[in-house]
């Protein structure tokens, strides 16, 4: 499924009880621009933030790399479940 901008600008303004996340606000701001590499450069510092949010990971990551070339990190999103290669990370035992 393609994800489109305006569906993540949706997405984004219903979560937190409708004020929204402000790290994706930055994102899409930087989209508006034309300036997708800001737009990932934003995205990468504050992946931490965004992986809070499963729907928001896994769009914010098929909207700024639609061909799934995400950075290993992104590739978490959704559950775990590799955007490019749809394999499942296992977790580490203690």
Excluded at 77 to 83: E, L, M, Q, Y
């Amino acid at each position: 499924m393609d994800v489109t901008v305006d569906e993540l600008r949706r997405v984004e303004s219903l979560q937190n009880d409708g004020r929204g996340v402000s790290c994706v606000r930055s994102i899409l701001a930087y989209i508006d621009r034309g300036d997708i590499q800001s737009a990932r450069a934003v995205a990468n510092t504050d992946h931490d933030k965004i992986r809070s949010y499963n729907d928001l990971e896994s769009m914010v990551a098929k909207v700024l790399w639609p061909l799934g070339n995400a950075p290993s990190w992104w590739n978490r999103a959704s559950g775990g479940i590799g955007i490019r290669t749809g394999f499942r990370f296992r977790r580490r035992k203690a």
